[in-house]
């Protein structure tokens, strides 16, 4: 479709501004600063091999290893250096934080300081790197404190700590066959494809929604045995399909991407799920809250579906630290309520039925 039928981005929040006729720009500036940083990821991951950024960073100790403990990819430090380069300058930012970077990152004196705070996993899925399967980014943008603003400090950890439902705007940008940013600014969630002649994203899926049902689920099922009951019991259920108490019959994917994972589930339904689990009891979940959990949490709700804890809504978590880890489900609205459901009722001994037993993959 030629340019003249369809939105670019930067149309699309320059339109979306007139609903806040006081705003100054800064938003939008700092939407186009990610998003730019976002092509510069998806033109170096495209070389791969070629440009020489698959495989593990090698810092001069030898391999290198984030504050999460996990091996550092050279496109992990690659991209979070974009992020950073990318925004620092603008003067639209108080502070960042990084999945890669131990403590937040101060905007350095010869750049002005703003007003948000910009929290990102520059580089979602990057174990899937060398083997050339789709990867993303996951951004959030929050206000920065009052004080803050006002007296242009350094921020702290504790500036970061605000609940998902502060958030201002959140979205990924996806690797895949085609790069893709999907934002949401708190008025539902738009898709952009980036048009690889003009460098430009176009917008191709206004006002995405997810379908409350689905015959989908997403889980890494190596890690059944380490489940808590109400996970068991959904995820059996969907193994039991037709013949089983939702009598219907399920479609399991595990991509080991979450962006991509979500994509999916925005596009067609369905339901993601890395719950609390006893595999690590230093670790209550693998996914971390402010730049995994918040803003994926954030695109799924703004698209009419659900995010949760497994217990409680995710958006209302009050974070306790910088990388802090926590259980994660979204998905179809009617799907995570269920799961969540499965999470209030008991177990009753009806569940413990040498029938379900006997059926069951994962009842232990
Ligand atoms: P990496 O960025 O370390 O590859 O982790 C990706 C991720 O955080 C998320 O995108 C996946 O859904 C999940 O981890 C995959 O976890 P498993 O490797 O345990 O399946």
Redesign the pocket.
Known sequence: MLLTQRSTLTQFLIEERRRFPGAGGDFNALILDIALACKAIARTVAFGELGGVTGDHASEQGGSVNVQG?TQKKLDVLSNDVFIRRTEWSGHLAGMASEEMDLPYQIPGQYPRGKYLLVFDP??????IDVNVSVGSIFSVLRAPQAVIETGRDVTQADFLQPGSSQVAAGYALYGPTTMLVLTVGDGVNGFTLDPNLGEFMLTHPKIQIPPDTHEFAI?ASNSRFWESPVKRYVDECLAGKTGPRAKDFNMR?I????A?AHRILMRGGVFM?PRDNKDPAKPG??RLLY?ANPMGFIVEQAGGRASTGENPMMAVRPTALHQRIGLVFGSKNEVERIERYHQEPVTTELRNPLFAERSLFRD
């Open positions: 996990e580089l979602d899925g990057s174990s899937n890494n595990w080991a991407s979450m962006v994972e890395y693998r996914l995994e």
